[in-house]
């Protein structure tokens, strides 16, 4: 059986690693550094995404930078909604977040809700002195006022079509896909 | 599963799941902010007609930490005191649009009874002589943090087995787990019937405990429940120590990595020893921090996720 759409490609695995090159690139010009810098990727793609910023960070400034990984299961607002999803392991560096600049690191932005249930968690576990968001794929249709700071692909898509993120770490290749 | 009412509503691979959430919710414990908003807008009534410190507080501080909306309710000071039914009294709790239920009753079936009666959720926390079913995922929880796998070890049960629900959630729990279980007691505190029970669940027995300790890859001593005790089960507290205590002397038999378990609350000096119940491996107070993990992990499955 096949889809009735078949998927496209949006990203190949070199677009990818361009994206994510540039969005190294950008956090450390924002931050003027890497002081201070925390990853949490969100569970479950964003883990690895933050995984390979964090490598070419330190690959740039010769200095390593903080990584975590942050699951929102608990703080969602469809938790109701739906039948009981696993919870998986949150992980924030032994320095903490406290006047850190954390950013977030997820592969898609949506709807916002993802990233709303982030901040929740993230007021939980500390006070940060800023929070940004890094995204792999921008595909729009936000229902809440979130933006990123910095985005690999801007995806103009329709709301019934389906974006999927595959990533070498959880899928055994790297693509975006559109169907 | 929409109760845990009996350890056998669950299944292994149901069990490991609960215990992955359980892993997550330990991390909660060290953090400074103890609170998790899965569960924002539930109610959760607490209904203890025995006493109880350790269940009944690591159930409200679960519920709370969820931020469950957490109400307890015992018999002693409710309606139950003045000679409400139990079903008068849970319809009447019910009615005020209660999510979930956990119930403790010396009458066994309790819970399972309580079920038929209401659309909540209903949480098993002890009922008479037959299940204690979040005692056993919190014993194999704890075990299986410090051992590993359970498959194939070896996990002795002692003591009151006649008058223990723990005892019977436990071997349902570890047994389904993979474990070799094998109990002990003085035939006056083997239950009735455990013969053939034993060989279709596929547990041992066993009156003589030098024997076994040896073997053991974990021992879980049971309290002496002398409020269940009517007759004579044994002659003197000093005889069954000295025939089923674990006594300084036979802590020397026990393998020294071997985890000691026990519920709570110990007698010490009768059950179990002051330097077995304080010794390295001993894991009874992370028992108790575990059982907070585990509640908060069945509270979670049971009651965030959507109505059915």
Known sequence: MTDAADPRIVLDPGDIARALTRIAHEILERNKGADDLVLLGLHTRGVPLAHRIAERIRAVEGSGVDVGELDVTMYRDDLRKQPTRRAHKTVIPPGGIDDKIVVLVDDVLFSGRTIRAALDALADLGRPSAVRLAVLVDRGHRELPIRADHVGKNLPSARAERVSVRLAECDDLDEVTIS | ?308
């Open chain 2, 1 to 308: 599963m929409k109760h845990l009412l009996s350890i056998d509503d669950v299944s292994a691979d149901q069990v490991q799941e609960i215990f992955a959430t359980a892993a997550d919710m330990h991390d909660v414990q060290r953090r400074e902010v103890k609170k998790l908003p899965a569960l924002r807008g539930r109610t959760v009534i607490n209904m203890f007609f025995e006493d109880s410190t350790r269940t009944r507080s690591s159930f409200e501080i679960a519920g709370k930490w969820l931020s469950a909306d957490v109400i307890n309710i015992s018999a002693k000071g409710s309606s139950a005191s003045k000679g409400e039914s139990l079903r008068d009294t849970v319809l009447t709790v019910c009615a005020m649009g209660v999510d979930g239920l956990v119930i403790r009753h010396p009458a066994s079936g309790a819970a399972q009874q309580v079920s038929e009666w209401v659309d909540a959720v209903v949480i098993n926390a002890g009922d008479g002589m037959h299940e204690h079913p979040t005692q056993a995922l919190l014993d194999a929880y704890t075990l299986q943090r410090r051992m590993g796998s359970l498959d194939g070890k070896h996990v002795a049960i002692i003591g009151d087995l006649t008058h223990s629900r723990v005892f019977r959630s436990n071997v349902l729990c570890l047994t389904k787990l993979g474990a070799r279980v094998t109990v002990v007691a003085p035939p006056t505190l083997m239950p009735s019937g455990i013969g053939p029970w034993s060989k279709e669940a596929g547990f041992a027995t066993s009156y003589d405990l030098d024997d076994v300790l040896p073997d053991a890859d974990a021992v879980m001593m049971l309290r002496v429940q002398k409020e269940r005790m009517s007759g004579g089960y044994f002659p003197s507290a000093r005889e069954y120590t000295v025939g089923y205590g674990l006594t300084r002397d036979r802590l020397r038999l026990l393998r020294p990595d071997a985890p000691i378990c026990h519920p709570g609350p110990m007698n010490r000096g009768l059950e179990i020893a002051a330097d077995a119940a304080d010794a390295a491996q001993s894991v009874v107070l992370e028992q108790v921090s575990s059982g907070l993990a585990v509640r908060m992990a069945v509270l979670y499955h049971l009651l965030a996720g959507e109505e059915s």
